[in-house]
């Protein structure tokens, strides 16, 4: 037995970065209160210098219907686990992409959330069926999967797994239109759902070519922008969503690691976050297709 999407009013998202400050400030700015936790001070104050970035943006643009400090007024942040979610009615998580780490998270949530609560976990590609397993109630654990950048991506994957009930999927998709996104179900939990399922070979293909120095770097993103039409090309998109989330994202999944990949994460090169990646953000290169 789950909330009703109608009675949810305090959300809980686990992780602070890219994805989880993106999902904190989409969740607060529709209205509801939020607590954004994560294991450091300093992971928080990252990702909260990061809303207050993109507020910031988003009112220059006039695309705010209140000031950024109404909406910051409804976010707190904490380190603390159970601080964060014990009177939450809906829980998102978004730490790292090992299921090892989110089964333990999903665990203690277990121990610490209301009864009553929607376990929800933001992964790109791990199994909902898996992370559930690590609770007592995975009629409760959904997937709920946000794109990056959250404040401009519309869509929400809403994924099933195999003990997920249909009052929990329900409500979440009702949850996700109140925050004024476009929902999607995902009825079979396969690797990497539907749209990383479709954006594995893009992904991946060009990766490959690098490797093997059939292409460069800006031949192929500017093959997809300028040919395709794409509003990024692979490795501009994989500089933005991380390339450590690609990659663990593959060596989960036991598939082998383009090599220029490995080399990037080896280097903790890992993209925008880190100020350089395939392109050089430090330097204000970025990502100029020739
Ligand atoms: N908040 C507020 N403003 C933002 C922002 C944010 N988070 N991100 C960018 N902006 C601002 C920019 O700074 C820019 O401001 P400026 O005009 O003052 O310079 C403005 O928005 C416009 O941005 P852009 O000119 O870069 O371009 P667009 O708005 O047209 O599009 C985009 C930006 C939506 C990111 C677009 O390039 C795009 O769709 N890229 C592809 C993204 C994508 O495919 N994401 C999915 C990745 S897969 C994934 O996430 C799965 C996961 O499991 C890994």
Do not use: C
Not at 20 to 37: F, K, S, W
Not at 181 to 193: A, L, Q, S, W
Not at 208 to 235: C, K, L
Request: hydrophobic share 35%; no cysteine; aromatic share 8%.
């Amino acid at each position: 037995m789950v909330v009703d999407a109608a009675d949810i009013q305090r959300v809980a998202v686990l992780g602070a970065g890219n994805m989880g400050h993106g999902i904190t400030e989409v969740v607060a700015l529709a209205g509801y209160d939020v607590t954004m936790r994560d294991i450091e001070q300093d992971f928080i104050e990252d990702g909260y210098e990061s809303i207050e970035w993109s507020l910031q943006k988003l009112d220059e643009k006039g695309r705010l219907d209140e000031s950024p400090e109404d909406v910051l007024d409804r976010i707190d942040i904490t380190t603390d686990l159970e601080e964060a979610v014990s009177d939450v009615d809906l829980v998102i998580e978004a730490a790292p992409e090992q299921l090892d780490l989110k089964r333990d998270i999903f665990s203690d949530l277990d121990d610490y959330t209301p009864a009553d609560a929607i376990l929800a976990s933001n992964t790109s590609s791990l199994s909902i069926t898996k992370i559930a397993e690590a609770t007592e109630r995975p009629e409760s654990v959904v997937g709920m999967h946000f794109f990056n950048p959250p404040v401009k991506m519309d869509l929400v994957e809403v994924i099933y797994g195999e003990e997920t009930s249909d009052e929990t999927a329900e409500a979440t998709y009702e949850f996700v239109e109140s925050i004024d996104k476009t929902p999607i179900y995902v009825r079979k939990d396969v690797n990497g759902f539907v749209v990383n399922s479709v954006l594995g070979p893009f992904m991946d293909e060009p990766a490959w070519m690098v490797s093997n120095n059939e292409s460069t770097i800006r031949q192929a993103d500017a093959a997809m922008v300028h040919e395709r039409g794409y509003p990024m090309g692979p490795f501009e998109l994989a500089d933005l969503t991380g390339i450590d989330v690609g990659y663990h994202v593959r060596k989960e999944a036991g598939k082998p690691v383009p090599p220029i990949m490995e080399e990037k994460v080896e280097k903790e090169e890992l993209g925008q976050k880190t100020g350089k990646g395939y392109y050089d953000y430090e330097e204000g290169e970025g990502a100029d297709y020739e």
